[in-house]
């Protein structure tokens, strides 16, 4: 399975989990299809890792996802005018992306006063309660840092333990400090492809997502605002 599949894996589970999300009222149908796209995040993520070891135009690269982030919410800003109704920052997910891999860079150069600039970084997506938070960080340090695939299954759940919703957490009286809902835990579907995974990029456009994003939202917020008229 090389990089091309696995793309497609993430875009596929990500438009199930956004059509859950603005599209369907909340019941038995929302669930599934936000569970199905709990596998999206971590595959994006691992895809920005792979970019950050592998691209031979790092600059380059960090800026596409800079200028996508902020083309998307120009966007998202343009929408919250005409309908009245925010997705700033909460659900942009090249956000969470673009500072997980210019934290990466970071870690990567000598000047130890550029490292620094990490800790706002991390602080940050806490702040503005951007997409995923500190939670999404992580998830892309864990793939930048860590190469083995066990290693990496293994801080993944460590991580998830403190952000997902369950029964121990409660039970201990640290429930309110969970920040996802019991279906994250399907995000750790994510590992079968990666574990599947030959290290090979595959071919495919490397533009095609940054168009799809943003146009899958505009679609999706067209049929929102119908609906609701």
């Given at each position: 399975?090389?990089?091309?599949?696995?793309?497609?894996?993430?875009?596929?589970?990500?438009?199930?989990?956004?059509?859950?999300?603005?599209?369907?009222?909340?019941?038995?149908?929302?669930?599934?299809?936000?569970?199905?796209?709990?596998?999206?995040?971590?595959?994006?993520?691992?895809?920005?890792?792979?970019?950050?070891?592998?691209?031979?135009?790092?600059?380059?690269?960090?800026?596409?996802?800079?200028?996508?982030?902020?083309?998307?919410?120009?966007?998202?800003?343009?929408?919250?005018?005409?309908?009245?109704?925010?997705?700033?920052?909460?659900?942009?997910?090249?956000?969470?992306?673009?500072?997980?891999?210019?934290?990466?860079?970071?870690?990567?150069?000598?000047?130890?006063?550029?490292?620094?600039?990490?800790?706002?970084?991390?602080?940050?997506?806490?702040?503005?309660?951007?997409?995923?938070?500190?939670?999404?960080?992580?998830?892309?340090?864990?793939?930048?840092?860590?190469?083995?695939?066990?290693?990496?299954?293994?801080?993944?759940?460590?991580?998830?333990?403190?952000?997902?919703?369950?029964?121990?957490?409660?039970?201990?009286?640290?429930g309110e400090y969970a920040r996802y809902m019991y279906i994250q835990?399907?995000?750790?579907?994510?590992?079968?492809?990666?574990?599947?995974?030959?290290?090979?990029?595959?071919?495919?456009?490397?533009?095609?997502?940054?168009?799809?994003?943003?146009?899958?939202?505009?679609?999706?917020?067209?049929?929102?605002?119908?609906?609701?008229?």
């Open positions: 399975m090389n990089g091309k599949v696995l793309k497609w894996i993430a875009i596929i589970t990500m438009t199930f989990d956004h059509i859950g999300f603005y599209l369907v009222p909340e019941g038995p149908l929302y669930l599934i299809l936000r569970s199905i796209g709990r596998i999206a995040y971590p595959l994006f993520a691992f895809m920005i890792a792979e970019g950050f070891h592998k691209t031979s135009h790092l600059s380059r690269y960090w800026m596409r996802l800079a200028v996508a982030a902020l083309v998307i919410e120009l966007g998202l800003l343009g929408f919250y005018f005409i309908e009245g109704t925010s997705y700033l920052l909460t659900t942009n997910v090249f956000i969470p992306l673009v500072i997980g891999l210019s934290i990466l860079i970071l870690l990567k150069q000598q000047k130890w006063y550029l490292k620094l600039l990490i800790i706002p970084l991390l602080i940050l997506p806490e702040l503005l309660h951007t997409s995923y938070g500190i939670y999404g960080i992580m998830i892309i340090l864990i793939f930048g840092l860590i190469s083995h695939r066990v290693e990496q299954i293994s801080t993944f759940i460590l991580l998830s333990i403190f952000f997902i919703d369950w029964p121990v957490l409660l039970w201990i009286g640290l835990w399907f995000s750790l579907l994510s590992f079968i492809p990666l574990f599947l995974y030959n290290g090979t990029r595959g071919t495919y456009n490397k533009w095609f997502f940054y168009i799809y994003y943003p146009a899958h939202l505009l679609v999706l917020f067209i049929i929102q605002f119908f609906m609701t008229r």
